[in-house]
């Protein structure tokens, strides 16, 4: 994959010190990255805001994070913060991640990085502008299980690949004040589910000519079931399906000429592989470190040589996927009332 060549302004690599993180927001997810951060080198958490100080100051102490605030501005305003990681809900990681940037801070930014194609390419394209480090939390890209599978089917172990098929379902009890559900809050399981086969299958298999898609929403207006399907510029068949209220298998398959790969666990996470072709069939562990880490340590390297955004997550794929999922929501007919929002830049 190609390096990221800065040709605007660029910032000082941040070496030799551990990076300074500030976590904005503090709910289920800020917990799984504040425990990541800790189990790798290369940085610490040293600031943690909240909507509610109460709130921020206790996960401060369950983590040992020496500052806590009761609003966004000040962690974003404090000076002795490198990076932050933001973690609320989809609808408010735009004017949130611009706010950063504009202070001169380096994003981590949850999936989805806006709720669309053209916000995703403003934060991006604010981030490149200003010189610093945006990247979308999209964790499944710096697995090396998943790393260790692209790379097979790069150097043509089964062959052409012909088809991608992944399966995301996650079975959320319905409850419309859910924000798999709320459609105020960035509801729906294309932008919070399905962003991951997606992902998957666009990183294995490339981009879409044309998106098929069929699916169907819940009371609230948001979707909850989604097929899609595409052919890629390569010839290749992508089928992929996410659901909110359904039980099942996750697993992932590419077949090709020569042979298949078949991904085991969960799409976002995969543990393992199995490689077949011809009679041989090989089983490839993927190790006892998954999760979180690999992404913190990836944004740490971006950091540490200076890059704008990640070769492993380039920002032009960010953009692509987010315009597979803006496709199909739109032809499920799901429209977010933040949508025509102006960008507070
Ligand atoms: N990478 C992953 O594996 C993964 C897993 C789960 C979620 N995510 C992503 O992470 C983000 C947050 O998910 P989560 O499960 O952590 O969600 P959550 O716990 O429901 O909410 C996260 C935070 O968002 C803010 N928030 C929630 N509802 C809000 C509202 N109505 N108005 C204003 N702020 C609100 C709150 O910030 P305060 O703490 O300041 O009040 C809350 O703590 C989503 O974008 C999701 O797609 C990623």
């Known amino acids: 994959m190609e390096q990221a060549t800065p040709s605007g302004p660029t910032y000082t690599p941040i070496s030799g010190r551990p990076v300074r993180w500030g976590l904005l927001a503090a709910g289920g997810i800020a917990r799984s990255l504040a425990e990541a951060i800790a189990a790798v080198d290369g940085g610490e958490v040293v600031a943690v805001a909240a909507r509610d100080g109460g709130r921020a100051r206790t996960f401060a102490d369950e983590f040992g994070i020496p500052r806590s605030y009761g609003s966004y501005a000040e962690l974003i305003a404090d000076p002795e913060v490198d990076a932050i990681y933001i973690s609320s809900t989809h609808p408010f990681h735009r004017d949130q991640a611009l706010a950063c940037i504009e202070a001169g801070k380096h994003v981590l ?3 989805p990085t806006t709720l669309t194609v053209h916000d995703t390419e403003a934060v991006l394209d604010e981030g490149r502008a200003r010189g610093v480090l945006v990247m979308e939390a999209m964790w499944t890209r710096f697995q090396p299980v998943v790393l260790d599978a692209l790379a097979r089917v790069r150097d043509g172990r089964i062959g052409t690949v012909r088809s991608f098929h992944a399966a995301f379902p996650i079975p959320v009890d319905y409850d419309e004040s859910h924000r798999l559900f709320d459609l105020d809050n960035g509801g729906g399981a294309l932008l919070d589910l399905g962003i991951y086969p997606v992902t998957l299958a666009h990183l294995v ?10 699916g169907s929403r819940v009371a609230t207006g948001a979707d909850s079931l989604a097929a899609l399907q595409w052919m890629t510029t390569d010839g290749a068949v992508v089928q992929v399906l996410t659901d909110s209220l359904s039980h099942g298998s996750t697993e992932t398959i590419v077949r090709g000429t020569e042979g298949s790969i078949h991904l085991h666990g969960p799409v976002n996470n995969p543990t393992s592989f199995t490689v077949r072709r011809g009679d041989e069939e090989e089983l490839v562990e993927g190790g006892d470190r998954r999760g979180y880490q690999h992404q913190v340590e990836e944004f740490h390297r971006c950091l540490a040589e200076g890059l704008l955004e990640s070769p492993l997550a380039p920002h032009a794929d960010t953009v ?3 315009t597979i999922l803006e496709s199909a929501r739109r032809e499920l ?4 009332p933040q ?7």
């Open 109 to 111: 930014v949850e999936k």
């Open 339 to 345: 949508e025509d929002a102006p960008l507070h830049t």
């Open 333 to 336: 007919g799901v429209r977010y």
């Open 205 to 214: 298999v490339g981009h879409p000519t044309h998106v098929h898609v069929l």
């Open 320 to 322: 692509a996927i987010m």
